[in-house]
């Protein structure tokens, strides 16, 4: 258990409202990622996070932001949610483990935007 | 080119034989390997990492990998209904500053009671 926990687990709302989904760790990893999960898909990187304020996009980061003013907390920002970004949302933390840096993931979020 | 496979299943085994899933990846100069276990509705559970050729082995676990063929599998020994799972297969790509994990879509494995 890497010390993960998101929220809201599930979330329904409305094409054009915005939405942020919080990822917060206790155990002061540095880095951080938001993926998304799609049937077909797979998981694919839409945020991570290097650091306090130091962020960089992933592989899908059109409409969505991030912010990391602590280095626990992780926000993921849909700023004008779409029903294309109807998905799964989890959050992960990097550790170094044995012989390198490791993934674990938080245990997600249902959203849904109709 | 798809930077790693995973025939997506589903892989369907008797319960107590040996279940094998198999990984191929793209990018030669990657240096560490992942195994994930998603169960439905759950987030993907690290189960095993690799990274030096030749086999890895955790309780009923296996891990294989061979750079060379740039193909990494798992085995499960002895499997039990409790191991039917989406079976995600991750590889590390070195890049300048940060590296990143790309993730196959995952083998469906049904155990059969």
């Known amino acids: 258990d890497a010390g993960i926990t998101q929220s809201p687990r599930h979330k329904v709302t409305e094409t054009g409202t915005p939405v942020t989904l919080r990822c917060h760790q206790t155990?002061?990893?540095?880095?951080m990622y938001w993926y998304r999960q799609d049937p077909g898909h797979g998981l694919r990187l839409i945020h991570y996070?290097?650091?306090?304020?130091?962020?960089d996009k992933g592989e899908v980061s059109d409409g969505y932001s991030v912010s990391r003013s602590k280095t626990e907390d992780f926000l993921l920002t849909l700023e004008s949610a779409t029903s294309s970004q109807t998905s799964v949302y989890f959050c992960?933390?990097?550790?170094?483990?044995?012989?390198?840096?490791?993934?674990?993931f938080g245990p997600g979020t249902r959203l849904t935007v109709t | 080119q798809k930077e790693v496979e995973q025939n997506s299943g589903p892989l369907s085994v008797p319960e107590g034989a040996i279940a094998s899933l198999n990984c191929t990846y793209s990018?030669?100069?990657?240096?560490?390997f992942f195994w994930y276990r998603q169960y439905s509705g759950k987030s993907p559970e690290l189960i095993m990492s690799?990274?030096?050729?030749g086999d890895k082995e955790d309780g009923r676990f296996t891990a294989q990998l061979n750079k060379a063929s740039q193909y990494v599998s798992l085995l499960i020994r002895d499997s039990q209904p409790s191991d039917s799972a989406t079976y995600l297969c991750?590889?590390?790509?070195?890049?300048?500053?940060?590296?990143?994990?790309?993730f196959g879509k995952g083998t469906r494995l049904h155990i059969l009671p």
């Open positions: 155990e002061n990893h540095r880095y």
């Open positions: 992960a933390i990097s550790a170094w483990r044995d012989r390198g840096d490791e993934q674990y």
């Open positions: 690799i990274y030096s050729n």
């Open positions: 996070s290097y650091g306090v304020k130091d962020t």
């Open positions: 991750a590889v590390n790509i070195p890049r300048n500053r940060d590296d990143k994990i790309i």
């Open positions: 990018d030669r100069v990657s240096q560490s």
